[in-house]
């Protein structure tokens, strides 16, 4: 395999260890797998407590810090973290103000996330959930029941965080974030597919001259393959999936995502597109971010991410934030 690991079986543990050693203002807890904002808690801050597999950084770990997550837990790759690390998630960021839960629509995480939320409550944590459910290129897949979470996990995170940093209460955090998840819809493609560590292999099969319409963040399989389309032909398809689904009445916040292995100079090219579709539709943008966020280890290909923004949620969206993953304002 060439790969820039020592063995499949640490890879997560070296990350966490070289994610600390950059960022001194983490406390990561290698040996427990968690992530946690080093001035946590903060007194009469809701706390936020998201996490999943790895392999998709910089979800979730690159999202703590001040104006986003309180903390992370990262699970092997591509499986979820266990409840126990929930809850130490959440007994480390608790000041008293209660703890969100921030879960994808992916069957592992719902499952581990319900159970530390009754384990963190008998512990007398306050605990609230919000669903992010935002993916329209498929109803159910392999991993879940229902859509599936993927580029709108951003959003949520960023506007809640933004909510509860500036003291706001569970309820009204809570609220923000299923407006948010609600407000959201995401369609991703894959140019090839992504490689696993213990597998070592590609984790479907897919064509030379062949992409894949519609595809998860784990490799999961689309709406359809076709042959291989140029940018504007994949905008198109994209985001006319995603305005079919939600036609928007207030401007949008656009995101651009890459999958892991697509460089910046294609994703720029495909956001010229993007802009272009939703020019000739007639929705307004209120801001874009183009990179690497929601990614699919080694995966080449592009997700686009609208949420409908009101005043409230553009100025939340717009607030400090500081992460190693995202920041702005600080």
């Keep these: 395999m060439r790969m820039l690991i020592n063995v499949p079986e640490t890879v997560v543990a070296d990350a966490l260890r070289g994610l600390a050693a950059a960022h001194p203002e983490l406390v990561v807890d290698v040996e427990n797998r968690v992530i946690v904002r080093r001035d946590a808690p903060v007194d009469g801050k809701v706390a936020l407590v998201s996490g999943g597999g790895s392999g998709h950084e910089p979800l979730h770990g690159g999202f703590v810090g001040p104006g986003m997550l309180s903390a992370a837990c990262p699970g092997e790759v591509f499986t979820s973290p266990v409840p126990d690390q929930m809850v130490r998630a959440a007994a ?48 159910d897949s392999l991993y879940t029941a229902g859509r599936r979470g993927t580029g709108a996990t951003l959003f949520v995170e960023k506007i809640a965080g933004a909510a509860a940093e500036e003291g706001q209460p569970l309820e009204r955090v809570e609220a923000v974030a299923r407006q948010v998840n609600e407000s959201s819809r995401s369609f991703g493609v894959a140019l090839s597919a992504c490689t696993t560590y213990a597998k070592g292999s590609p984790t479907f099969d897919l064509p030379s001259g062949e992409l894949e319409l519609g595809i998860g963040i784990h ?7 076709r042959p291989m389309m140029t940018s504007g032909e994949i905008a ?19 995101l651009v995502n890459g999958m892991g292995a697509t460089p910046l100079l294609e994703l720029y090219g495909f956001n010229a597109e993007v802009q272009r579709v939703l020019g000739e539709r007639g929705v307004a943008v209120a801001h874009t971010l183009v990179g690497n966020y929601v990614t699919s280890l080694d995966m080449a290909g592009a997700s686009v991410t609208l949420c409908q923004v009101d005043e409230e949620l553009l100025r939340l969206w717009n607030a400090p934030v500081r992460t190693a993953g995202l920041r702005w304002g600080m």
Excluded: C, H, W
């Design 92 to 139: 480390a960021v608790d000041s008293g103000a209660g703890v969100l839960f921030i879960v994808k629509n992916y069957t592992g995480d719902v499952l581990n996330f319900d159970m530390a939320a009754e384990l963190a409550e008998d512990e007398g944590i306050q605990v609230a959930k919000v669903l992010v459910n935002d993916d329209v290129a498929v109803t």
């Design 219 to 225: 490799g999961e399989p689309g709406r359809e393959r």
């Design 236 to 254: 198109d398809f994209a985001v006319n999936a995603v305005l079919e689904d939600m036609p928007p009445r207030n401007p949008v916040l656009v």
